[in-house]
């Protein structure tokens, strides 16, 4: 079977043999090797399958059955099945078994067993599993350790300098060693009759709480306990079954003080550094809040006199040609025209102006309302131009208008837009500096509207074009000196693309112009 399994490469063939091997079997530990070979014969051979079947049948005699490394037969197909991508319950089994067992298990048995129980817990089919997994992981693991102690103990054997416990040596010789850390109580006793001597080790932590539980006034015990040899002069005997051995008392205020001291002495230090940190962030914090607070006052005062210019200047102006008109002057007809158009406008900037300052007065105690209904901006754009023909004819501006007129509607506040353009349009006048153009454009752009007003004139520098959205904002720059303004204009247009789920946007340069983009959702397009 093997010739057809390896030399022949005939998994098929091979398996024939084996199963017949298998039958011809004149002990179980024959019968289980013809098995494990006929399954993985079967693998080969493509019958997946059937290889399970068989290498399931191989855990149920858990680890009985060895081979010359004295690894058990079941592991070999454990280990198989997880390669195969199987996991399940008597696989589980099979390894908690195993490691439950009292049978001694040798060092390469233990590695295969921690290896398997890893692959377990990956490949486990739901978390009870993958726990039970786990912790086989964890018993193993331990199981592993104390065998690599006694590995070790095995080793260090001689240099312990121990004679039987029994035996007839010198009596000022220690019967009973420490090992390693956390220490192992290591001994030698050698059976009466001559037989072999046997190495004794018994892990200390046991006996301590064994002693523990079994003296009443241990219980008041603080602090720590440890076994030690009896040569040292601070130990109890720990009683006639160890001779050589001690136990130690160490109180809580003995040695460990230092480093009590020391961890103590740490964490004033991060305290009042902690302290002493929390302070001078909220100092910083303090200076910051009033310096804005006096940056804000001083911003709030410019402002009251920048409304009060705001409202001198159209009034006196409304004012004077009221006057002359009263006086029955000026005489041409065009002239009393023009007086009049005068008047109109200069009283639609003063609304602006007062519009401007109560809404913000709204804005800022949260009474600003908008009311949204689906409107067509192309509509609303053209009713703003218009609005703004007169100041824009008398300043000899030109404006380029572009309305995309297959816009669907959008739900806005149409008043509020309005404002928003004459605002953006106010201010591209303003700041034009000696262009005299000025785009008013309305387009789609992915699904949104776009209000763009765009003005060739004194520009913004970038460092500014944040900050100018800031109530009360202004840039002052030589260039702007003299040019009228309250610094609301800006802020209500954001605020009412904020109410919009829109935003505004600018896009400058200082001396080329400046473009602001007023972006609206537009109303799903219906079908
Ligand atoms: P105001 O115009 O009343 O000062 P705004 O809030 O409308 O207040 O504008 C804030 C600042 O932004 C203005 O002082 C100005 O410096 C700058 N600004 C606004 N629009 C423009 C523009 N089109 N070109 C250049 N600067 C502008």
């Not at 689906?374 to 218009?386: N, Q, T, Y």
């Not at 004459?422 to 309305?442: E, F, P, Q, V, W």
């Not at 000196?481 to 209500?492: C, E, F, Q």
Request: glycine content about 8%; hydrophobic content about 40%.
């Amino acid at each position: 079977a093997e010739r057809a399994e390896f030399a022949d490469n005939a998994p098929a063939r091979a398996a024939d043999l084996y199963r017949t091997a298998l039958q011809a079997a004149q002990s179980p530990v024959q019968a289980l090797h013809a098995r494990l070979f006929l399954a993985r014969s079967l693998a080969e051979a493509g019958r997946p399958r059937d290889a399970t079947a068989q290498y399931r049948r191989l855990l149920a005699p858990g680890l009985d059955v060895v081979d010359q490394q004295g690894i058990p037969l079941a592991l070999y197909a454990t280990s198989r099945l997880l390669e195969m991508g199987v996991a399940d319950s008597a696989m589980l089994r099979c390894l908690q078994e195993a490691t439950a067992s009292d049978r001694w298990l040798p060092p390469p048995t233990l590695y295969l067993l921690r290896d398997l129980a890893t692959d377990l817990v990956e490949s486990a089919p739901d978390s009870v599993a993958q726990g039970a997994a786990r912790r086989l992981v964890e018993d193993v693991s331990r199981e592993i350790s104390r065998t690599e102690r006694a590995q070790a103990l095995q080793q260090d054997f001689r240099g312990l300098g121990l004679h039987p416990l029994n035996g007839s040596g010198p009596s000022s010789r220690p019967e009973w060693a420490l090992h390693g850390s956390p220490p192992w109580l290591a001994g030698m006793t050698s059976p009466g009759d001559g037989g072999d001597t046997i190495a004794v080790a018994v892990r200390s932590g046991p006996v301590l709480a064994s002693l523990e539980s079994g003296t009443a006034s241990s219980r008041d015990v603080v602090g720590e306990v440890e076994v030690v040899s009896e040569a040292r002069p601070d130990g109890e005997p720990l009683g006639p079954g160890f001779p050589g051995l001690a136990v130690r008392f160490a109180a809580p205020n003995g040695e460990g003080n230092a480093m009590v001291g020391t961890v103590r002495w740490w964490f004033y230090l991060a305290g009042l550094s902690l302290v002493i940190g929390v302070t001078l962030f909220g100092a910083y914090l303090l200076w910051r809040d009033v310096r804005r607070e006096v940056e804000l006052a001083a911003t709030r005062s410019g402002f009251v006199s920048a409304v009060s210019h705001e409202l001198k200047t159209p009034l006196s102006a409304i004012r004077m040609c009221a006057e002359t008109l009263q006086m029955g002057r000026p005489a041409q007809p065009s002239a009393r025209t023009e007086y009049l158009g005068i008047i109109v406008n200069e009283s639609e900037r003063l609304t602006r102006l007062l519009n401007n300052v109560l809404d913000f007065s709204k804005i800022e105690e949260g009474r600003k309302t908008y009311r949204r209904e689906p409107r067509r901006l192309g509509e609303i754009v053209r009713v703003s131009a218009r609005a703004m023909q007169y100041p824009l004819e008398q300043g000899h501006f030109t404006l380029h208008l572009e309305v995309d007129e297959d816009l669907p509607p959008a739900r806005v506040d149409a008043d509020a837009i309005e404002q928003a353009i004459l605002n953006l349009l106010a201010n591209a006048m303003k700041y034009s500096g000696d262009s005299r153009n000025i785009d008013l454009r309305l387009r789609a752009v992915d699904g949104e509207a776009v209000i763009e007003v765009a003005d060739r004139g004194v520009g913004i520098e970038p460092a500014e074009q944040e900050r100018i959205f800031e109530r009360f904002y202004r840039v002052t720059t030589p260039t702007e000196d003299g040019v009228p303004g309250t610094g609301l204009g800006l802020t209500l247009v954001r605020h009412i693309a904020h109410a919009h789920d829109g935003r505004i946007t600018v896009e400058s340069m200082p001396g080329a112009g400046s473009t602001f983009s007023l972006f609206i959702p537009l109303e799903e397009a219906e079908s």
